[in-house]
């Protein structure tokens, strides 16, 4: 395992989930034609062709053909097809109604079909709803995400997606840059990086610790593996993973405040994290996941304090992954000798040639 796979991991989607680790610009409008997004940003994104950026807070404006409403359920019926699916999106947002009850952040009760679903309203709004409804829909491939940008002038980027069609995105739209999340060989080479580059803002460092081998529990000793001649070689390997968390200390006496935002910052790391497979480098067993263990505060001083996010990876080292054998020639004859060692009689006696057809 290796740091720089989770390090990669956490650029492409702790950005998603907060702006902690990041600068922020504020995006003004967010336009797609085919698969070309073009970014507008409200103050100089200060950004190069090349850079990477995370988007975030991006919704796709669905047009909405109808709203009926029949008691406290309104239908919905989209011009094109929208991206909802029961059971994993739990609510709606709904814009553009000229009748306010219609809008807002809604619960999802049904989707019908790929063009109609239903929600719950309160009062009793008139029907059909008036005004130009929309309904907002977080739309990951095509605005938001992680992208390698064409600056066209210092307001002014674009980025290629995956999905071909033409949109116009809303909301509270922001581009995360110049995200500080790195690694280091050890907790005091991180150390001397933050106290160099990085005081009074948050950070996050990837460091790889130990790698140890399991002990067998087979085995009545306290070797980690017992190997026969003969027998498969197998090892289950342990990983040690740490992502340290500096934390700015300026403006407070207790800390309590940091220590209390490290919870939230725990949820954005298991959302970014774990679940991943990661490549292991072995043969056998290619990819290893993430299992968080434990955090703690780790150290402060008057200027900053670590949070240690202790984790591990379980892979398994194989005989594909050990020394060749010493056997580099197929075979090619056989010799069978059987004897009556009752009698001491020769029975059979004979030679095969493996390379003659059957």
Known sequence: ???????????RVLPSKTGLFSEEVSISSLSKAGTITTAVTAAAHGLTTGDYVYVAGANRKTPITSILRAGTVATVITTSDHDLTEGWITTVEITGAAESAYNGVKPLTNVNSRNKFTYTVTGAPTTPATGTPFLLEPWRRGFNGWYSITVT???????????SYTATASGTMVLR?????????NIDRAIDSYTKFGQNKLWAFVVLGDVTASRDKNTLSDAVALHTTGSAFRQNIINDVSIFIFYPMKDTISGRAERDSITDIATYLYKSVLGKSYSSYFTDDPTATLNFLSHKVLMWTTGYYIHQFKFEAVSELTGNDIIDPNYTRAFRDLELAFNNVDYGIEIVNTNINLDEDV
């Open 1 to 11: 395992m290796k740091a720089s796979d989770i390090i990669t991991q956490l650029l």
């Open 153 to 163: 002038d210092s307001t002014t980027f674009t980025y290629t997606s995956e999905d």
């Open 177 to 185: 840059k110049l995200p500080r999340i790195s690694g280091a060989l």
